[in-house]
Structures are given as structure tokens and as C-alpha cells.
């Protein structure tokens, strides 16, 4: 059994690290987020989710999204470039590998699968994601959704590194194990699938497990407040833009969770634990990030 680090500011601040005076925005990563059809939340969440990364320290970040939804989501992106998808003529994702190689050109790292439905169309999409050569990959949601039905197997086919970011439910559906065999030894299984599938495992809980079969990463920060819809997103934005500058994509995950819960605990000394909403962490991950840097300053 490995042995748990547990991650602190101290971490998080290394991992961000300090910008350089001479900076510029390719030197903090392109991203991608690849999400939405007519049935997710809607324009704002998606561009709440493009912002999300932005705030978490992306260079730049493209929102790919079906072609059908994107005049709806277009007024609300401000920072963040848009990318089309073919559509199904239903909102949804239909798969054409000239355009998602169109979507993936220039890319340090990809987040796929928040709101894309599941299918064989969503499927394809996902194994073209694995495919391309040096892309870090994010994959949650509904990627997790179409490779718990096709089988874990896919994962193996990946030509880059790759985080998937599973709940206990989606994890069991990943492994077949019970949702209560996750919960009491998410730490093992989550090192075991991780060394299997050569994937770093972002297992997500009240205290959220990171590994990637060589290392253990505990992160205990978080309210109960983050038990709402949404809050996975806010996740996947600031990982996949940890993804795009940080050196170690597994620390990556590590700082994303730390973020994300520091974030949420702020939000929730502000709105109250119950009456917090995702945005509400998403809208404080600034502050997070300016107490790092004050951090490493010090």
C-alpha cells in the first residue's frame, strides 16, 4: 500500500509556482473543454466552466461545444475562444475526426466529457481525444459514462498523459466494484486501476484520493457545500488548466482538488454551507490562487 501525502498550501504553492515579469500566454498553456449538448445546464454554465479555467490560471481557453448550442453559449464568452463541433441536429455531438482534430490543433491539454451525453458518437470522440500524440487529457462526466460501458480497456490506448476525475458512482461503474467497496478502500483501488490503465485517478469524496500507481495524494479540503450540481465542473476547469503549465499532470490533479476545496470553503464562510452554489466556488478561486502566490512571496 502506498503511503499518503497529504496536500497543503505549501504544495499548492509549488506547484503554481511564480510567473516571470517576461511571461506570456503560451507560456501558461492552451487548453481545451470539450462539453455541452441541448440537455446540459445551459450557455452561462458553459461559460461559467470556460471561466473557471481562466480564473485557475489558463493561457488561453477554447470551448469546443456542438455547433447547434454555440450561438446560445457566444454572448456569454468573454476571455475564452470558441470552437464548434458537427451536431447532430439534436444539440448533441455527432463525430467528425477532421473537425475534433480542428478542435485539438495547438492544445497543451483537453478536458472532455462535462454535459456531452453519452453514444457511440461521444465514444469515438473520447478514443479520438486518447489518440493524439503528447495531448494531456482530462477526461469526466459523460467520457467517464462511454468508457465504463466500453470497457476501462480504452484507456490504455491513450498517446499522452491522462487524468480521469470518477465519483465513487462512476468509479464502480470503471471497475465494477460496489460503490461501498469505493468508499471504505478508495485509496487501494484507486492506486490499483491507476497502475493497470497507466492513468492518474482523481477519486473524488470527502477526502479526495489522487494517484497514479507510484504515488498517493490525500486532499481533505472541501465542504459539504460542494454536494451540488455543478461542482464537478468548477473541478475539471481548474485541473485542465493546472494541466496546461504545470511540470508533474499528477500533481496537477493534486493542486486542482486543493483549489477547488479551499475555494468551496471559502464560498461557504460567505453563502452558508447550504446555500452555496458552484459558482459561488468558482468565484472565489482567485482568492485561493493570491494566497499562494502571497505564499511563495513570503
Known amino acids: 500500500m502506498l503511503s499518503a501525502v497529504k496536500v497543503d498550501e505549501a504544495f499548492a504553492a509549488r506547484v503554481l509556482g511564480i510567473r516571470a515579469r517576461e511571461s506570456h500566454k503560451g507560456d501558461f498553456g492552451y487548453i481545451g473543454l470539450i462539453g ?7 450557455a452561462v ?9 481562466m480564473r485557475s490560471g489558463a493561457g488561453v481557453v477554447r470551448l469546443i461545444v456542438p455547433e ?5 453559449v457566444a454572448p456569454y464568452l468573454m476571455e ?3 470552437y464548434t463541433l458537427t451536431d447532430d441536429g439534436s444539440g448533441r455531438v455527432k463525430y467528425d475526426a477532421e473537425r475534433v482534430e480542428g478542435a485539438l490543433k495547438g492544445l497543451r491539454a483537453v478536458g472532455a466529457g462535462m454535459g456531452l451525453g453519452v453514444g457511440e458518437d461521444v465514444l469515438a470522440l473520447v478514443k479520438h481525444v486518447l489518440s493524439a500524440e503528447g495531448l494531456r487529457v482530462v477526461l469526466d462526466a459523460d467520457a467517464l459514462n462511454v468508457i465504463a460501458e466500453a470497457g476501462a480497456e480504452i484507456l490504455k490506448s491513450a498517446r499522452g498523459e491522462t487524468v480521469i476525475t470518477p465519483h465513487p458512482g462512476e ?12 468508499i471504505s478502500g478508495g485509496e487501494e483501488l484507486a492506486s490499483e486501476f491507476a497502475e493497470k490503465y497507466g492513468v492518474t485517478v482523481l477519486l473524488k469524496g470527502a477526502d479526495t ?11 481533505g479540503r472541501g465542504t459539504p457545500g460542494m454536494a451540488t450540481a455543478g461542482s464537478g465542473d468548477v473541478l475539471a476547469g ?8 504545470a511540470e508533474d499532470l499528477t500533481e496537477a490533479a493534486a493542486f486542482a482538488a486543493y483549489v477547488a476545496g479551499v475555494a468551496g470553503e471559502l464560498a461557504a464562510a460567505n453563502e452558508g454551507i447550504a446555500g452555496m452554489i458552484a459558482g459561488d466556488t468558482a468565484r472565489n478561486i482567485s482568492r485561493v490562487l493570491k ?5 511563495l512571496r513570503s
Do not use: C, H, M, Q
Request: hydrophobic residues 45%.
Open 36 to 42: 455541452g449538448s441541448r440537455e446540459y445546464g445551459g
Open 45 to 53: 454554465k458553459l461559460a461559467n466552466l470556460a471561466a473557471t479555467a
Open 68 to 72: 447547434g448550442i454555440a450561438p446560445a
Open 80 to 82: 475564452s475562444t470558441l
Open 171 to 182: 468509479f464502480a461503474r470503471l471497475t465494477g466494484r460496489k460503490i461501498a467497496d469505493i
Open 209 to 219: 484520493v489522487i494517484t497514479d500507481g507510484k504515488r498517493l495524494f490525500v486532499n
Open 238 to 245: 481548474i485541473l485542465t488548466a493546472a494541466a496546461g503549465y
Open 291 to 295: 494566497g499562494l502566490e502571497e505564499k
